[in-house]
């Protein structure tokens, strides 16, 4: 909303006063409050539109991933009648897949732990996290304990240690 003022009037009376400071400062930060809020409830909506997008796309995903769950059972129970057709007993056949199942999960089992045990802690993160009472904690205004750590161009430098972020 734009403000102006003008002195002087059409219609033959006296100029109009004009307004203070204070008011045209509170009817500028009126302004800009109302703008804030009708930004924020843009960005919901959008954000509203996006996430139903995002939920439908999420819910087909985990749909193709029951159907090729099923898929697999029937692939399996395949296998097993191929395996009866080369002349073993049904019995013997659904075994034989289901040992080759059993081993299967084994295998991506022992995958599975070797990529979990290659996880490593923040160690960076925790260390920060243990020093941030010390760090934060002020005897005097303006005094510290440590030193806050300062990061330039991607560096944290702490106790005249740098190390890569």
Known sequence: ??????????????????????????????????LVRNEIELAKAEIGASAKKGGVGAASFAAAGLFAAFAGIFFFIAL???????GLARWISYLIVFGLLIALAGIAALIGKKMMNKIEKPERTIESLRELPDVMHRQVPGARHREVPVVRGGKVERRNEPYRV
């Open 80 to 86: 097993a009648e191929f395996v009866t057709w080369l």
């Open 1 to 34: 909303m734009a403000h102006s003022v003008s002195s002087t009037r059409t219609d033959g009376a006296s100029p109009a006063v004009e307004p203070s400071i204070g008011t045209l400062v509170q009817s500028a930060m009126a302004d800009v409050s109302t």
